[in-house]
């Protein structure tokens, strides 16, 4: 039987790592409510941006004319890029395992890598990947944080340094799952689906215009909508994703540390009962001893 | 009626009805009653009028995109601001704090988007005047 005072000593640590837990579990409930509300908030904005890209590379297309912006043209992919959104702290549960294990699966050939938080750029580096920049952004995200990733990224497709864009991040389906996926960012091929995706996303939030039959007029013109608007897509895309990536981060800390909280509680149940325990056989056995030594 | 709504990333800024909409644009204003041609247009920093029969709202716009299509216009922008909302304090600590950014900061790209927020308060600060 172990002794009474180690046992007491380990009630009483476990009580604190509980003390600990739980209130890392309520910062995090409420950190991930306006986490939430903004990533939600910027949904329909994507919604309307996507379908506005939509409607000028479609009229662009019938038109008869192809699209020079480098954003539109497929080329061969020697070397994808890929924006990695990962956390900075731990004790998030198997939010950033779970990302990490899909890039290992998903990225076979050459790859550089932007990445966000420290756990990422760890990763990168413990697995000898290619870290393009590694960047720190902060819980509030602002966009003066974000812009120097976004530009970088942009540069490095523009230069043909990689041929693809995509982003790998923990997407937010409800505050129990959390779901890696890599999105491809650029370059825009198949805008349709896309469309199709975020609509599902948003289901009924914001309703699409209907289609007219007549052909649409641009102010000033294509050529320099076209010029601005899908810099303003990517620019966004990663900013919203950045925002759902903290939502997700938020509500897997706060499961986690919900699973810590109660798994303590049970210990420190499991644990008095061997206290009592111990405290009971030491008293039958002072007892004893005094019986004994009374009949003796 | 037309079906005006104004989007910016951080929320739903504004949704009505309209009887006509005055659009900033690169090339002018534009103006957008029901049963217009589809329109995708940029919008540059400026002032956007929602017009009904008997009242108007002023908005402050911080540049952006417009697409009109059967009559619903969406409008994407980085920031927009009705009048009726303006206060003559905020926009003037805004503008304090952002002349003082503007003097520390070193790099091209910030000064950029600096001065085009200071621009967007100064638009804020003389339709507050105007309106008074």
Known sequence: MANLRDIRRRIKSVKNTRQITRAMQLVSSSKMKRAQDSAIAGRPYSLILANMLNTVSTAYKISGETIEHPFFQAREVKRRGIIMLSSDKGLCGPLNTNLFRLITEEVKGDASFFSVGKKGAQFIQREGLDLEVAYEISDKAETNEVSPLVEAAIEAYKSGKVDTLEIAYPSFINVLIQKPVIMPLLPILDLETLLEQLKNKIKGESELAIEDSRAIAFEPSPVEILEQLPDLYVNFMIYQMILESRASEYSARMVAMKAATDNASKLVDSLTLDYNKARQAAITQEILEIAAASAA | ?132
């Open chain 2, 1 to 132: 009626m037309l079906k005006l709504e104004i989007i910016s990333p951080k929320e739903r800024v504004f949704s009505a009805e309209a009887k006509q909409v005055v659009l900033p644009t690169e090339s002018g204003e534009i103006g957008v009653l029901t049963g217009h041609v589809p329109l995708v247009t940029q919008l540059k920093l400026g002032v956007m009028k929602v017009i009904n029969e008997s009242s108007q709202e002023v908005f402050a716009i911080k540049g952006g995109f417009a697409q009109l299509v059967s009559d619903k216009i969406s409008i994407l922008t980085d920031e927009a601001v009705s009048t009726n909302d303006l206060e003559a304090s905020v926009i003037e600590e805004s503008i304090n704090n952002i002349e003082k950014q503007l003097a520390d900061s070193e790099s091209a790209a910030e000064r950029k988007s600096l001065s085009k927020l200071l621009q967007f308060y100064q638009l804020q600060e003389s339709l507050l005047a105007h309106r008074s």
